[in-house]
């Protein structure tokens, strides 16, 4: 099965969002955290994660780009299990018996968006619209040629 991990390309996360997913992450589109948000009261960086954040798993952070990438059926029960701990502790669900239908519904919705290549990039955006939230997902496509051998790679720079 394919599941969306997240990915940092650069610093940019952790200064846009209040709080960054850790890169290699599994993550979750978490439209949820936004269902009753005022758009008008969306300090700058919770407008930011509303309209490009796919949400971390591990560390409920928001993560610009995610990559499709196999994931174990083990993994992919601990997502849903701490997704519904999420429901639990952040959200109000009364307990596991109402919060894993739920989570399960997140994860199942998260893994149908990798219907592509190993390694894809993909990216949300969101908008509130009078009909509720609208969200579309597109694919990154690598500006390299494919079969050509990849010559750099991103190197965090801690200065």
Known sequence: MRFPRAVRLDQSDTRIFERAAEPGEWAVCGTFAFADADPDSLAPKQRQAFAHGFLGTASFGRTTL??????????????????????????????????????R??????????????????????????DGIAESFREIT???APGHAKIWSIVEDDA
């Open 66 to 103: 995610v990559e499709v990438v196999e994931i174990s059926a083990a993994d992919y029960e601990a997502v849903i299990e701490r997704v519904a701990l999420h429901f639990i502790t952040d959200y109000g669900a009364p307990d596991l018996a109402v919060a894993l239908p739920a989570a």
């Open 105 to 130: 519904e997140e994860a199942e919705f998260a893994a149908s968006l990798c219907d592509h290549k190993l390694h894809t990039l993909l990216a949300v955006e969101r908008a509130f619209t009078d």
């Open 142 to 144: 690598p500006a390299r």
